[in-house]
């Protein structure tokens, strides 16, 4: 099994930037992909950004050209740089990670991190 930890949430003004922090500890040998999804109230989790084992990346329409999606690879930790924040990126983030267990892909969650834009 995977665990997850996510930091560096917190509150901001518009146009601020925060850096997100997954750690990852446990069966971490077969991750395939690590990814950021959110979740604002009332809404569906959505995908971030995701970034692969060969460091391939995937970002939602929404942050392209904002965020950025990191590895290191030594800390086993995924980072997520978000600059030009704005209200509408107010979510509860959450990290993800896909691993082969067998011939089955399983996903983990982590515990989440509340981001809070202002205007």
């Known amino acids: 099994q995977v665990q997850l930890v996510e930091s560096g949430g917190g509150l901001v003004q518009g146009g601020g930037s925060l850096r997100l922090s997954c750690s990852a500890s446990?069966?971490?040998?077969?991750?395939?992909?690590m990814g950021w999804y959110r979740q604002a109230p009332g809404k569906q989790r959505e995908l971030v950004a995701t970034i692969t084992s060969g460091g391939s990346t995937n970002y939602a329409d929404s942050v392209k050209g904002r965020f950025a999606i990191s590895r290191d690879n030594a800390k086993n930790t995924v980072y997520l740089q978000m600059n030009s924040l704005k209200p509408e990126d107010t979510a509860v983030y959450y990290c993800n990670g896909v691993q082969w267990v067998g011939s089955q892909l399983l996903g983990y969650w982590g515990q989440g991190t509340q981001v809070t834009v202002s205007s």
């Open positions: 446990g069966s971490i040998f077969s991750i395939v992909a």
